[in-house]
């Protein structure tokens, strides 16, 4: 069993107690994790649509889908039917197991980190973070030459929390997520 699924289980009888839920299936779950890639940083070349594809790979375990415009904006140079990202859906146990990689691996790597802010828990169901360097990565790493060009790493966290109470923050720190 996972490190952070365990902790999930003891700490859901805290929840419990806490917000006084009547049921077990209201406690908070974590859901799913979207790991997205941009081609922004290169300026939608699509010659770095592989490098931006195995990236993503390579960092969940998952095949990734490219996202495709549905309308075309001249502006960026981008026209109808192009490939502009990368987008990886992590579901159960792939989802502890990357978010486990992340927080005990690749956060302690980023440059200056002091922990995530409170700020981007949207709607007490969901937190969104971006990791600006990529090669904080293990795995991208090892290739540096390949990927110095992958730009920063999106990660959603949606969780079944209901809006009606405020435990969003304390599902995500008790899932242990490195909150400042």
Do not use: C
């Amino acid at each position: 069993m996972n490190r952070l699924k365990y902790n999930h289980k003891i700490t859901s009888e805290d929840l419990i107690t806490r917000y006084q839920y009547g049921n077990t299936y209201e406690v908070p779950n974590l859901e799913r994790i979207v790991v997205s890639l941009s081609l922004k940083s290169s300026g939608f070349n699509r010659k770095n649509l592989p490098k931006l594809l195995m990236a993503s790979t390579i960092i969940t375990g998952q095949k990734t889908k490219p996202v495709i415009t549905k309308q075309g904006d001249a502006a960026f140079g981008i026209r109808k039917n192009d490939p502009v990202a990368t987008k990886v859906t992590l579901r159960g146990d792939d989802a502890f197991h990357f978010l486990d990689f992340v927080v005990t691996i690749v956060l302690p790597k980023v440059k200056n980190f002091e922990g995530l802010s409170r700020k981007n828990i949207n709607q007490n169901k969901a937190f969104n973070f971006q990791i600006n360097n990529p090669l904080s990565f293990p795995q991208l790493e090892m290739a540096y030459e390949i990927f110095n060009t992958v730009g920063p790493v999106n990660i959603s966290l949606i969780s079944s929390s209901s809006n009606k109470t405020n435990d969003g923050e304390a599902f995500w720190r008790n899932i242990g997520l490195p909150f400042n």
